[in-house]
Nanobody, 125 residues
Framework: QVQLVESGGGSVQAGGSLRLSCAAS????????MGWFRQAPGKEREAVAT???????HYADSVKGRFTISKDNAKNTLYLQMNSLKPEDTAMYYC???????????????????WGRGTQVTVSS
């Protein structure tokens, strides 16, 4: 049974930083595409960043230069380092896993097979 458990969310002021973690069990992260998505109230879930089997990262334009996705295959853990946070980054952040080594060029929620329950990030101005 695949389980993804996020941690590291919280409340910060604009300009601050947070590091999200996603621990996986029942799933070999090193062989698959992983991603971070977020969903704000009243909005659709959107892709933030993905990383594939070759550790090739891709980012949404809104977070490029501020967020960094990475994974520790030995720990089977995915990370999202978020710097220079803005109020518009406020959302529930979800870890997602795909049954494929490669990520989609335009990642969508339906392209991912497994999801965590999310961790809340709140950025105040």
């Amino acid at each position: 049974q695949v389980q993804l458990v996020e941690s590291g969310g919280g409340s910060v002021q604009a300009g601050g930083s947070l590091r999200l973690s996603c621990a996986a069990s029942g799933y070999t992260m090193s062989s698959h595409c992983m991603g971070w998505f977020r969903q704000a109230p009243g909005k659709e879930r959107e892709a933030v960043a993905t990383i594939d089997h070759y550790r090739d990262p891709h980012y949404a334009d809104s977070v490029k230069g501020r967020f960094t996705i990475s994974k520790d295959n030995a720990k089977n853990t995915l990370y999202l380092q978020m710097n220079s946070l803005k109020p518009e980054d406020t959302a529930m952040y979800y870890c997602a896993a795909r049954e494929s080594a490669l990520c989609l060029l335009q990642p969508v929620p339906s392209g991912f097979n497994y999801w965590g329950r999310g961790t809340q990030v709140t950025v105040s101005s």
